[in-house]
């Protein structure tokens, strides 16, 4: 099965699913979108918190963009600060700075000559959400099927393996993964190169190792899910109809099962979409988790600000969108 087969299968069945959800839940559609418009309406206010924060712990670190050359004439260093407001009062350039992050204009960077950072990190950006995606494709394609396997063979060699294997896969930092696969398969077997980002090649290793822990994560729901909804009397009374095993699963108990599971997607697919720091800077992918280090290496105050912030914006939405699945898969949740 080829890459472009499979993913017109996936996009048939999200769509499937997509669908029948939207046909069950077209009378709630009011109650959703009155949850969604407050949710929306929290964004703001949790941008502002967030970049006060952010903004504070980087002025308050000792030094400055400009300290790092102690030859470095003071007039010269003087002009800089003026350049980019920092002779301004605190209080001051953070309003200027928070008035810019508002409308997703951060300013010019203090370490690359003529770039804006926004438009640093939308170039970023892309590259971070298709090793992203890959990412959560990976994740998806290993942890659901091994927690519903394991929830189906409780009691055999599966289940252990399974748990022990997801243990692992949460426990090891996804660093010393990267490590392993990139010796493993560019240095040991020569199938993947080890660094760079150009081919679907260079996407595969990094990808590998930010999928594990996720995809870890993923079983453990599933399985844990799927025990709490197998015994329930809907899906035995699904079983006792003649339906088969096969239907009973996908539409009777996984459904109510995978509640906990959408929830956790929210955050989990904000922080692979936008890229791991570690990662991206060992594989030299030029992301925004690369970005976002050398800015906080080079004290680039309105890069790593424009990171955390649209950080921030990803994550409030991922979790909108996974609240709002939660609600429309399972009905006792009410948005």
Do not use: C, Q
């Not at 692979?272 to 976002?292: K, N, R, Y």
């Amino acid at each position: 099965m080829t890459a472009a087969t499979l993913g017109t299968l996936l996009t048939a069945a999200a769509a499937a699913v997509a669908a029948g959800i939207a046909g069950r839940r077209l009378a709630a559609s009011r109650p959703v979108l009155g949850f969604a418009l407050r949710r929306l309406a929290l964004v703001v206010p949790t941008v502002i918190v967030v970049h006060a924060a952010a903004f504070a712990l980087m002025r308050a670190t000792p030094g400055g963009p400009f300290d790092t050359d102690p030859r470095m004439d003071p007039v010269v260093r003087a002009e800089l600060a003026a350049r980019y407001r920092l002779d301004r009062p605190l209080f001051e350039s953070w309003l200027e700075s928070l008035a810019g992050a508002l409308r997703f204009d951060f300013g010019p960077s203090m370490a690359w000559r003529d770039a804006d950072a926004t438009d640093i990190l939308l170039s970023g950006l892309p590259v971070s959400a298709a090793l992203g995606a890959l990412a959560l494709l990976f994740a998806i394609v290993l942890g659901v099927p091994a927690g519903i396997v394991a929830a189906l063979r409780r009691g055999s060699w599966i289940d252990p393996v399974v748990r022990v294997v997801s243990s692992l896969g949460l426990a090891i930092p996804n660093f010393l993964v990267a490590t392993a696969l990139i010796a493993a398969f560019s240095f040991g077997l020569g199938w993947f190169p080890p660094a760079g980002f150009g081919t679907w090649k260079h996407a595969v290793l990094p990808a590998l190792a930010l999928s594990l822990p996720v995809a870890a994560a993923l079983a453990r729901l599933v399985r844990t899910g799927l025990l709490v909804e197998l015994p329930k009397d809907h899906v035995r009374t699904a079983r006792a109809k003649g339906l088969g095993p096969a239907r009973v699963l996908f539409v009777h108990a996984l459904p109510g099962a995978l509640g906990p599971t959408v929830a956790y997607l929210g955050p989990a697919a904000a922080t692979v979409l936008t890229g791991s720091l570690v990662i991206e800077s060992m594989a030299a992918i030029p992301g925004m988790g690369t970005h976002f280090v050398s800015a906080a290496m080079n004290r680039d105050y309105p890069l790593a600000l424009g990171a955390v912030i649209i950080y921030t914006v990803l994550v409030s939405l991922f979790n909108l969108l996974a609240d709002a699945a939660h609600a429309a898969l399972d009905p006792r949740i009410k948005p």
